[in-house]
């Protein structure tokens, strides 16, 4: 059984500062990985997709890694912004999609 | 292009109840999921769809049912709703199952918060 891990829980920093979010999953058998933001409220929105042959993804100051041999990915956001603030998902895809519990950012102005 | 509805948003249930939370997508696509997200947890599936007349329990099916006669639609059903079925449940769709072996993800509707006292 699939079990996706998150750490830390919760992050704090001031505005400017780049933010490092950790995702772990223990089955390296999957199509694909995601990071997902969820605002307070409202749905998931995908942020950005790493197909499992891939090592990266970027999206403007959004950058993913993934190392699926050791079943770690990594989001990197640069220069940290209030409007970051959001609890962010990572899940991993077999024939489901599984889940993360989420790091829960908040960018201090 | 709505994407994914869902409706109510909020609802309060007494023990015993039943309800139906409403899903609809308007981007043709085959596969639906609903997913159930408690505080500080993440999200679990219960039950998912390939297509119309098609469905399937996920990892927490216990105390819901679902139907799949359209397209667009895929409710979810609550017959006798527990404390323990407190959460909030957000409906999803996507092109290929699973988000895809390939670029696709999943599109996520609002939620609903769903409270059993």
């Known amino acids: 059984k699939q079990e996706v891990t998150q750490i830390p829980a919760a992050l704090s920093v001031p505005e400017g500062e780049n933010l490092v979010l950790n995702c772990s999953f223990t089955d390296s058998a999957i199509y694909n990985l995601q990071w997902f933001r969820q605002d307070p409220g409202k749905g998931l929105t995908s942020l950005l997709l790493?197909?499992?042959?891939?090592r990266e993804q970027t999206s403007g100051r959004l950058n993913a890694s993934l190392d699926k041999s050791s079943g770690r990915s990594t989001l990197y956001i640069a220069a940290s912004q209030p409007g970051d603030s959001a609890t962010y998902l990572c899940a991993v895809t077999d024939y489901k999609l599984s889940f993360g519990a989420g790091t829960t950012v908040t960018v201090r102005a | 292009n709505a994407g994914v509805t869902q409706t109510p948003k909020f609802r309060i249930l007494k023990i015993g109840q039943s309800m139906t939370l409403q899903c609809a997508q308007d981007m043709n696509h085959n596969y639906m999921y609903w997913y159930r997200q408690d505080p500080g947890m993440g999200l679990k599936l219960i039950y998912y769809s390939v297509g119309a007349g098609i469905t399937d329990k996920g990892e927490v099916p216990n105390g819901y049912n679902v139907s799949r006669s359209t397209t667009e639609d895929f409710p979810l059903r609550l017959e006798l709703a527990a404390p323990s079925q407190t959460s909030v449940y957000f409906c999803?769709?996507?092109?290929?199952?699973?988000?895809?072996?390939?670029?696709?993800?999943?599109?996520f509707g609002p939620g609903t918060r769903l409270t059993v006292l």
């Open positions: 999803a769709s996507s092109p290929t199952l699973g988000g895809g072996a390939g670029t696709d993800t999943q599109y």
């Open positions: 790493i197909q499992s042959s891939q």
